[in-house]
């Protein structure tokens, strides 16, 4: 319930809702959901809204919630986001806020940004997202944040970027956006997200 509360408490992208992300990183929140995470581990419903509160926090590309991105990374959020994508690979739930919460954390193009990027594929991001894109194939939600995931962690053009777009082609991203598409033609999300993620 304490992640639950936290996520929704730090949703927003106006000026108080980027004052209630930092105050909940001043505040420890950070370490206190990885704690937490670590904790229960097998439980889906803590990974979930562990993983939704994690985002909610370093949801904001400005120069703080990059700080906070960072922190959270530093903190072992990536590898604890991945391990739990493996562990509940069955969840529909842990895989879309899984997704949702790397791709928040792995945004950006600063140096700092191309380094969290890279050690999410470095600790198998890439992979864990593509296992879930085939477990739940039929989950418009978890492809739309799969295929955000996927962009995200593979948006720039220099060599470590291209290594990672490489990555992604060989584990089978390529086949599973294009089959996303035509399985749920009708979904706007998933057309926009996937559309995206092959650009």
């Given at each position: 319930i304490a992640c639950r509360a936290l996520s929704n408490i730090c949703l927003g992208s106006d000026a108080a809702g980027l004052a209630r992300k930092q105050a909940a990183a001043d505040a420890g929140a950070l370490e206190a959901i990885i704690s937490g995470l670590h904790a229960h581990s097998s439980s889906s419903g803590v990974l979930q809204y562990g993983f939704r509160a994690l985002g909610s926090i370093?949801?904001?590309?400005?120069?703080?919630?990059?700080?906070?991105?960072?922190?959270?990374?530093?903190?072992?959020?990536?590898?604890l986001i991945i391990s739990g994508m493996r562990n509940h690979e069955l969840s529909v739930g842990v895989q879309l806020i899984a997704c949702r919460a790397l791709s928040n954390i792995c945004l950006g193009s600063d140096a700092a940004g191309l380094a969290r990027k890279q050690a999410a594929a470095d600790a198998g991001a890439l992979e864990a997202i593509i296992s879930g894109l085939h477990a739940h194939s039929s989950s418009s939600g978890v492809l739309q944040y799969g295929f955000r995931a996927l962009g995200s962690i593979c948006s720039v053009n220099d060599v470590a970027g291209c290594v990672r777009k490489q990555a992604a082609v060989q584990a089978g991203a390529l086949a599973l956006i294009i089959s996303g598409m035509r399985n749920h033609e009708l979904s706007v999300g998933v057309q926009l997200i996937a559309c995206r993620a092959l650009s």
């Amino acid at each position: 319930i304490a992640c639950r509360a936290l996520s929704n408490i730090c949703l927003g992208s106006d000026a108080a809702g980027l004052a209630r992300k930092q105050a909940a990183a001043d505040a420890g929140a950070l370490e206190a959901i990885i704690s937490g995470l670590h904790a229960h581990s097998s439980s889906s419903g803590v990974l979930q809204y562990g993983f939704r509160a994690l985002g909610s926090i370093c949801s904001v590309n400005d120069v703080a919630g990059c700080v906070r991105k960072q922190a959270a990374v530093q903190a072992g959020a990536l590898a604890l986001i991945i391990s739990g994508m493996r562990n509940h690979e069955l969840s529909v739930g842990v895989q879309l806020i899984a997704c949702r919460a790397l791709s928040n954390i792995c945004l950006g193009s600063d140096a700092a940004g191309l380094a969290r990027k890279q050690a999410a594929a470095d600790a198998g991001a890439l992979e864990a997202i593509i296992s879930g894109l085939h477990a739940h194939s039929s989950s418009s939600g978890v492809l739309q944040y799969g295929f955000r995931a996927l962009g995200s962690i593979c948006s720039v053009n220099d060599v470590a970027g291209c290594v990672r777009k490489q990555a992604a082609v060989q584990a089978g991203a390529l086949a599973l956006i294009i089959s996303g598409m035509r399985n749920h033609e009708l979904s706007v999300g998933v057309q926009l997200i996937a559309c995206r993620a092959l650009s």
